[in-house]
């Protein structure tokens, strides 16, 4: 399994690399597709992009210097039309520039794309939200060599999904940067805090009416204001904890390190690090978190050895016992075979 | 906007959408009695600019409210006896979905139309469901669409689905009409596509949603709790949710919750837009929630 981290500058590849990182993923965003209206109109992040087809192309370089590769995300939902052969254009210039893969949410992009037969390769975004075969499948026919899994998708159905179309990689997610809803169904946008923020933070109080109208009981008044504030304690693991890290500068949040040697099992073939707006340090010690639990999966130590390794890194086990910090919340339900 | 609507054009074709089988049976029975003249189009700003013509079954957003083949049938049923046609709609699934759904599409008549949000299924139903229409969904129809965001936002360009690789991928896979919502601030729809007919949504559109469901954990055990593989008592069927943001502007619209998707009720904008796009034809059909909304009123269309 390779390790997938997201890079800002190609400065960064050498610490990024020594850490672990086998292959780097960026954003780009020029000053002519910065508008006031649309912070992220190239990929889903308006924060951590380059900012120059040279800084791409240097990023590249030094990738390349190091052996690793670098994948540019075009994965915005969808784009202005009257844009679209600009769009086309600076994927080309990109291509140009030396990346290695073009990480693609739009399926009419990948169509178009596919169309112009380039010489990379194409990944299919998590923003796509693949959750079975057949959509998997088309990508695989317009030209997609990898399918990154979206978040909210089981072991289970990842080992199924691997073991079904053994001609196509699958990459998963494995730490950092949570989402509340299917990011390939959320069409906000993450407004400045003064604005609102993620709109899944920005929701202050619900109000429950049921249906018809009739009054609620206080009984279900209750039990609901004991669900709301589950929710509100799993909303703080989903964003990182309280956008905090351990004593030792570990990220907390999103977390899969305990379902790696489940996610190997199932044939996935990357592990993506999530977090493209987050300072070095925080992306660094992130990749070292995954590297170390990927070398015992190498090493061909015990599942229950790696688990209670993974799960210990922290020194938080309270945490990983709550289950709401975890990306897979039940790793061990593929195992190996032997 | 009382002048456009005075511009009556030709009725235009409406389709009301259930999620629950009762919701579709308490509509239909309605109709069938002979009540007033249902006042859904008043209501939603757009008095006598439609009839029902189609009655749709199934829940664009949640795998978990995927209908039995029993209660299709009986869809079927009460949609034929009273003479409206019947489409289903159908949410992004997982492989186990995707199984469950094929039993659906093979209980639909020849020529029935479905609304699929799924990339897979379009594909699927493309190989092998050649007597069904394939509508594309609103969750196909990615639109940068944030009721939060201050209003000049949507004066500029739109992001759309008029670009060329999406026109052809729809075209491929047999997909002949597109369903969108209307974004909250926009002045101006994009152009349309040659040979893809448009829908609306109206007086909702939807701003996000997800496998987890937040009203739908309120009985799940904790260790399943908020977990992609949740179960759910349906509770969205029962509840309603009005939601209050912790920032607002003036021209904030309001947010409502279904289950586990957001909406933001149409305001000014979203409808002056919607007028204008039936008015020159851009759309020729409109989608009305029979059930899904967040009125407490049980029906949104006769109350």
Partial sequence: ???????????????????????????????????????????????????SLAALAATARRAHDFGRTLAVAFNAQSYPTERWNEL????????????????????????????????????????????????????????????ILPRHITVAETHALCGQLPGIEFESFVLNDGCVFEEGSCHTLHLPTPLGGPICLDCRSFEYERVGGTALEPAEHEALRRNDA????????????????????????????????????????????????????????????????????????????????????????????????????????????? | MTELITATPAPIDCTLAFTHIAALRAYVAAAASAQPNPRFLERVGLPG????????????????LLPSPAAVRQGLQLAARHGFDFALALPILT????????RLLAEMPDGAEVAVNDWGLMRRMARGFAHLQIIAGRQICRLLKDPRAPPASGAGPQRGWANPGLAALLMRLRARRLELDIPPFARTLEPEVPGMRLSAHTPFSFVTTGRICRLGN??????????????CSRECLTYCVRITRRTTHADSL???????????????????????ALVAGTIDRLILPGDWHADRSADLLTG
């Fill in chain 2, 95 to 102: 492989d186990a979905g995707l199984v469950r759904a094929e």
């Fill in chain 1, 1 to 51: 399994m390779r390790i997938v981290a997201p890079i800002c500058s190609p400065d960064e590849v050498a610490a990024l690399a020594d850490a672990g990182a086998d292959e780097f993923y960026c954003g780009l965003l020029p000053p002519l597709w910065r508008t006031r209206t649309d912070p992220a109109p190239l990929s889903r992040r308006g924060g951590g992009n380059l900012t």
């Fill in chain 2, 254 to 276: 309001p947010l409502l919750q279904r289950g586990n998707t957001i909406f933001y009720r149409h305001g000014d904008a979203s409808r002056s837009t919607l007028i204008t």
């Fill in chain 2, 49 to 64: 600019w439609g009839r029902v013509a189609q009655l749709r079954f199934g829940n664009e957003f949640c795998h978990r």
């Fill in chain 1, 88 to 147: 086309l254009d600076l994927i080309e210039s990109s291509v140009a520039a030396g990346v290695d893969a073009l990480i693609i949410a739009d399926l009419g992009l990948l169509t178009a794309l596919a169309e112009r037969r380039m010489s990379v390769r194409l990944h299919l975004s998590s923003v796509a939200a693949c959750h079975n075969r057949e959509t998997a499948a088309l990508a695989a026919e317009l030209g997609a060599k990898r399918v």
């Fill in chain 1, 230 to 338: 589950e929710w509100e304690r799993w909303l703080w693991y989903t964003f990182a904890c309280g956008f905090t890290v351990t004593e030792t500068g570990l990220p907390n949040g999103p977390c899969g390190l305990c379902a790696i040697p489940a996610l190997d099992v199932a044939g996935v073939c990357a592990l993506k690090i999530a977090g493209r707006e987050a300072p070095l340090e925080r992306r660094r010690s992130s990749v070292a978190l995954v590297a170390e639990v990927r070398a015992r999966v190498r090493a061909r130590q015990p599942t229950a050895e790696i688990l209670e390794f993974a799960r210990a890194l922290r020194g938080r086990p309270e945490r990983c016992a709550s289950g709401y910090m975890c990306y897979y919340r039940q790793p061990t339900a593929v195992r190996r075979a032997h």
């Fill in chain 2, 218 to 231: 309120l009985r799940q055990e904790p260790a399943r709790r908020f977990a992609p593989e949740h179960g």
